[in-house]
């Protein structure tokens, strides 16, 4: 590969050879030289807080406030995932499971059978006008996150994703010791 220096830029000029023997054609990359430092005002840019504040319940999200959008409830288990549109006051509007999806015995567990669940929710709930979402994912399996882009995929706007699964602060008794 030979190189060369022009005002600013170092051009790479070269052909490799493939496995298969057969000639590339000539690949120029440029790399730009930074020689000016980042200014301030590009500094000064305030990034957005991924915290909620106590103005968060207010924010409007296509005209409606965050405490009144519909919520997305998904609780995974290892064996299956039931996804549940409500409204704010937890009326449930939507109910999907990957078994009512057409999914049968262990093949209920798979992230695939979730996010296809979710997306087939998410068709139904924009059939019904539901467009942006708040999500609340609650359990520990396969399906958490494919749950969560499948309704993505299935084009609703989701604006929030919250953990709510329970945390055993006093569980149950372990099985006594095997014997050797």
């Given amino acids: 590969m030979s190189k060369r220096e022009t005002e600013g830029y170092a051009l790479e000029v070269g052909t490799q ?3 298969t023997g057969l000639a590339r054609a000539p690949q120029i990359m440029k790399f730009r030289q930074t020689t000016k430092p980042y200014s301030a005002s590009i500094r000064a840019v305030k990034k957005k807080n991924i915290f909620p504040t106590v103005e968060s319940d207010n924010l409007l999200f296509d005209g409606v406030p965050y405490k009144n959008l519909p919520i997305c409830n998904i609780r995974v288990s290892p064996n299956n995932t039931v996804i549940t549109l409500t409204d704010d006051a937890g009326n449930v509007k939507l109910i999907r499971s990957c078994g009512i999806d057409g999914f049968k015995n262990t093949k209920k567990g798979t992230n695939i059978a979730a996010q296809t669940t979710a997306v087939s929710l998410a068709g139904k709930a924009i059939d019904k006008g539901y467009k942006t ?8 399996g396969p399906g958490r996150l494919a749950a969560v882009k499948g309704l993505q995929m299935g084009g609703l706007d989701i604006v929030s994703v919250t953990d709510n699964t329970h945390v055993s602060w006093n569980p149950p008794r372990p099985r006594k010791a095997r014997r050797l």
Avoid: T
């Fill in 17 to 19: 050879r493939e496995r």
């Fill in 133 to 140: 979402v708040r999500v609340r994912v609650r359990g520990l």
